[in-house]
Each structure stands twice: as C-alpha cells, then as structure tokens.
T-cell receptor, first 113, second 113 residues
Framework: NAGVTQTPKFQVLKTGQSMTLQCAQD?????MSWYRQDPGMGLRLIHY???????DQGEVPNGYNVSRSTTEDFPLRLLSAAPSQTSVYFC????????????FGSGTRLTVV | DAKTTQPPSMDCAEGRAANLPCNHS???????VYWYRQIHSQGPQYIIH???NNETNEMASLIITEDRKSSTLILPHATLRDTAVYYC??????????????FGKGTHLIIQP
C-alpha cells in the first residue's frame, strides 16, 4: 500500500549509543518532515526537507541530524542518545500541491536508558 | 501560523453528531483551517481543511464562521472508532509545507457506547 513507512517500530538504546530511524515514502512527495511526541503532548517538528539535498531545522533539532539523498527516503540520526530523547517519532510527507494534507507514518517508539 | 484554542476533552454518545469547536481569532486572510486526528498510538490522520467556505468529505464536515475566527468540525454519526485526539491547525496552504505543522494539545474526543 502507498504511504509512509517507518522502521523500526520499537527501539531501546543505551545512553550514548547512536542509531538511525528510517522513513520512506512511495508517493513521490517533495516535502518530508520528522516529529517527536512526548507523553500527553502534541507533535513537535524536528527537521524537514523540501526536496532531495535540502534540509532545515524545525522547533527541536538539537541532538538530531538528517539528510535527503533521494526523494523517497528521509532518515533521522541520533548521534549520541540521551534519556531526554525517549519519545515517539513520526515521519510525514506531503506533495508540493498539498491538496489533501500530510501523510504520517505509524511511528517509532524509542526508549533511551 | 495563527494560534488555535480547543477544549481539552469532550464526550459524545455513539451514533450522535460530534461537534468539535476551534477558536482562531488571529487567523490571516491566506491561512487555511486544517483538522487532523490521532487515534491512540497511531500517526496523525488528515481529516479535512477549508479557507472560508464550509467543506464536506466522506469523513466529516467543516463549518467556518463568516468572520473566520472560529470553526467546528462535525462527525455526523460518531462511532467508537472516532475516539481520538483531534487537532485544529491554522496555516498557509501553499509554500508553507517547508516548515511542517504546529500541533497544540488538541481535543480528546471520547465516544460513549
């Protein structure tokens, strides 16, 4: 089915470890973005991209890196995980025309111990 | 993006219409009203959006007041599966996809059997 695919669904990291959260979409959407959601809160924007090779920071970018080498993929890297990064991470995409709103992935639940 | 105000929670009986209000008194002329919902632990789902005319799709209806300072999302025949957090978001539609969405805390709608 067409949509946004996130992997893994669950992950436990130790403080200081690094990892990459994967996000892929097959809808040829130009715009992609990453959000985190802490318990009882709305989503907060981490990084976004308007196309391959172009990325920018959102509201809470510290501790995260992104790159966009293809239209389909937008991985999120945690360089040195901290307990404060325990959260649920969502990836989203939308076409430049933006007729029907963003499509979100099902999320990655990350715990840093 | 203009700020929105929503009640933190609402109840509705199954089979009845659920009316979710949103205040956006500082909305600009080129800003749209978007509604998303998030069912427990899932990624947000786009529902509907509008500029100034009332809109209807297979999921819901959106009623925007004439002065555009408030709106109401209507789920005509609520089911238990409509229990979710509903987010009202105001933003420019075109050219604004670059900076993602700003989520508040939304309204937790609980459908009672």
């Amino acid at each position: 089915n067409a949509g946004v695919t996130q992997t893994p669904k669950f992950q436990v990291l130790k403080t200081g470890q690094s990892m990459t959260l994967q996000c892929a979409q097959d809808m040829n959407h130009e715009y992609m973005s990453w959000y985190r959601q802490d318990p009882g809160m709305g989503l907060r924007l981490i990084h976004y991209s308007v196309g391959a090779g172009i990325t920018d920071q959102g509201e809470v970018p510290n501790g995260y890196n992104v790159s966009r080498s293809t239209t389909e993929d937008f991985p999120l890297r945690l360089l040195s995980a901290a307990p404060s990064q325990t959260s649920v991470y969502f990836c989203a995409s939308i076409s430049r025309g933006r007729l029907y709103g963003y499509t979100f992935g099902s999320g990655t639940r990350l715990t840093v111990v | 993006d203009a700020k929105t105000t929503q009640p933190p929670s609402m109840d509705c009986a199954e089979g009845r219409a659920a009316n979710l209000p949103c205040n956006h008194s500082t909305i600009s002329g080129n800003e749209y009203v978007y509604w998303y919902r998030q069912i427990h632990s899932q990624g947000p789902q786009y529902i509907i959006h509008g500029l100034k005319n009332n809109e209807t799709n297979e999921m819901a209806s959106l009623i925007i007041t004439e002065d555009r300072k408030s709106s109401t999302l209507i789920l005509p025949h609520a089911t238990l599966r409509d229990t979710a957090v509903y987010y009202c978001i105001v933003r420019v539609a075109d050219g604004g996809g670059a900076d993602g969405l700003t989520f508040g805390k939304g309204t937790h709608l609980i459908i009672q059997p």
